[in-house]
């Protein structure tokens, strides 16, 4: 049977433009390539749990408008719940200004809109999917109170959690076991522990991880770093996992991407260094290709990448 995953989080218009490289502070580039597709960070992280192959449910808030009809359509073309999917009305649907360069490095800013109804109250609507998940995904584009109520819940029924503490710009959700797995990058990983740290260097990369793991008494600690790979830390010690070389295009999903492949894989049995090999794979297929959603990539596809690629 697929593995059954919930993810409570944030969905956004993603308005996206292309540019030969990015401006500077009061500069103009021209010659930018504009196009619009669906994103943020809860929805994509759904979406990559779904092609990776798991039963979703999906937990958010959408504007009440002809856009969010046709997202949450686009969802649910990918087999997803999303019963629990409100379309709020008087505000509009979250959006993010994208701008990516020729490398695939990226600007980003977002407007919550609909994102801040999803209340507590909306998460305990919704128990009947926390109860009957294998893991639970959240990260930090919602409510914090709507995040507090999720842990309350997994811990109340002995649900594991995954949370991609992202962006960590408000650090007030606190750190507990209730969250199984933590997964950061090397500049949320910083402000987590309001420290700076070389990411490559790697003692200070696994002394980073081991101080959230012990901060949050996790079960295992993620440090996403971009070109220079992935750092595990879990109760059997610390690993490194390099990344597997690909040709750029658009880092926008690249991190949800990874979270959503990593809970379906841990979720069918495989130990983290397997899981996160393959959820590696995801990752590095969907910066391939441009848009948040457009570019994650199904099993098959990843599965295939996969048996001609050594990270």
């Excluded at 109250?121 to 507090?148: C, G, H, K, T």
Aim: glycine fraction near 8%.
């Amino acid at each position: 049977m697929k593995p059954t995953i919930t993810v409570i989080g944030s969905a956004n218009i993603d308005y996206v433009t292309q540019m030969p490289e990015l401006p500077k502070v009061g500069e103009t580039v021209s010659d930018g390539k504009f196009f619009q597709a669906f994103g943020g960070k809860g929805a994509n992280q759904a979406v990559a749990a779904a092609r990776a192959g798991a039963a979703v449910h999906f937990v958010g808030a959408l504007g009440d408008d002809l856009t969010a009809q046709s997202y949450k359509a686009s969802l649910e073309a990918d087999q997803m719940d999303c019963s629990h999917l409100s379309l709020e009305t008087d505000v509009p649907s979250g959006s993010a200004l994208i701008m990516f360069d020729a490398k695939g490095d990226n600007y980003i800013s977002v407007a919550p809109g609909a994102n801040l109804r999803l209340t507590a109250e909306r998460v305990l609507a919704a128990e009947d999917f926390i109860v009957a998940s294998d893991w639970i995904i959240l990260q930090m584009e919602i409510p914090v109170a709507a995040n507090r109520a999720v842990l309350e819940l997994a811990t109340k029924y002995n649900r594991p959690v995954l949370l991609n503490y992202a962006p960590a710009n408000d650090l007030i959700l606190e750190l507990s076991p209730a969250i199984h797995g933590l997964v950061v990058n090397e500049h949320e990983a910083a402000e987590l522990l309001e420290q700076s740290f070389d990411p490559a260097d790697e003692t200070a990369v696994r002394k980073v991880g081991l101080q959230l793991r012990e901060q949050g008494r996790h079960q295992f600690v993620a440090i996403t770093l971009g070109e220079k790979g992935v750092h595990l830390c879990d109760a059997s010690g610390s690993q490194h996992l390099p990344v597997f070389p690909v040709q750029p295009v658009d880092t926008t999903a690249a991190g949800d991407t990874f979270c959503g492949a990593l809970s379906v894989a841990l979720a069918e049995g495989r130990s983290l260094i397997e899981a996160a090999r393959y959820a590696s794979a995801a990752s590095a297929l969907s910066v391939t290709q441009a848009g948040a959603q457009p570019s994650i990539p199904t099993r098959e596809a990843t599965e295939t990448f996969l048996e001609t690629h050594d990270a």
